[in-house]
């Protein structure tokens, strides 16, 4: 029997990839929380991503007896002191766009070179059924800020994401490239690996 999870997202950029994934991951389904835009939502404004994936599936594990998974990410760029961090959807403000937003970091890495440039995409993923956290899995992909935006695929910060094995932006990449390599393709991995595993049988 495969096992089913609830998303708790309302980024389409996140809905399509997690679709992607649990089609190639074997043994996991993923459907959407349902009337999820009509839900109180959850305030993500905590300085780390952990808290923010254990916050949201927690609160919205409230309205669903099927097990749920939420997950904050983001861009840390050290040089910048972590920025936009666990912020990264709100940098620039409650009404910027994507273009915006990458318009604002290239802006802030003006002058910046070499290992100023270092970036990594970080992704925290929660799973909690009926307000109790089950398990919290994260990973990391490395790469560099690149001076200007290129490729048309993704969101977000992708087109500034330069994925250096393979010399190419994220927003550059196939859809089945990203969900190789991607921050979210590493962590979701590690949840399928645990919600096949007999661990999670004693819990689910
Ligand atoms: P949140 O997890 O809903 O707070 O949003 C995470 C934000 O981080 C997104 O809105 C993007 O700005 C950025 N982000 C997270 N993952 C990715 C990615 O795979 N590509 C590009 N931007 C991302």
Redesign the pocket.
């Known amino acids: 029997m495969p096992v089913r999870l609830l998303l708790a997202?309302?980024?389409p950029?996140?809905r399509r990839?997690y679709r992607a994934l649990a089609g190639t991951g074997g043994g996991i389904e993923i459907d959407l929380l349902p009337e999820f835009a009509s839900l109180p939502a959850f305030d993500?404004s905590a300085p780390t991503f952990a808290e923010?994936a254990a916050g949201k599936a927690l609160h919205y594990s409230r309205f669903t007896s099927e097990l749920l998974l939420a997950?904050?990410?983001?861009?840390v760029v050290p040089a910048l002191g972590g920025a936009?961090g666990?912020h990264?959807?709100?940098?620039g403000g409650p009404d910027a766009t994507?273009a915006d937003?990458v318009r604002k970091l290239l802006g802030e890495m003006n002058g910046r070179t070499g290992s100023e440039r270092e970036a990594r995409?970080v992704?925290v993923v929660a799973l909690a059924r009926q307000e109790r956290v089950l398990a919290i899995f994260s990973d990391f992909v490395e790469g560099v800020l690149a001076h200007e935006a290129r490729g048309q695929n993704?969101?977000?910060?992708?087109p500034i994401?330069l994925f250096k094995p393979l010399g190419r932006t994220?927003a550059e990449l196939a859809s089945e490239e990203?969900n190789l390599y991607?921050?979210?393709a590493r962590a979701f991995r590690k949840a399928a690996d645990f919600l096949r595993s007999r661990e999670a049988g004693l819990l689910l």
Not at 71 to 75: A, P, T
Not at 88 to 91: H, L, T
């Open positions: 997202t309302s980024n950029g996140k990839e993500e923010n997950e904050d990410s983001g861009l936009p666990p990264s959807a709100r940098y994507d937003r995409f992704a993704g969101f977000g910060y992708d994401f994220f990203k991607s921050h979210r």
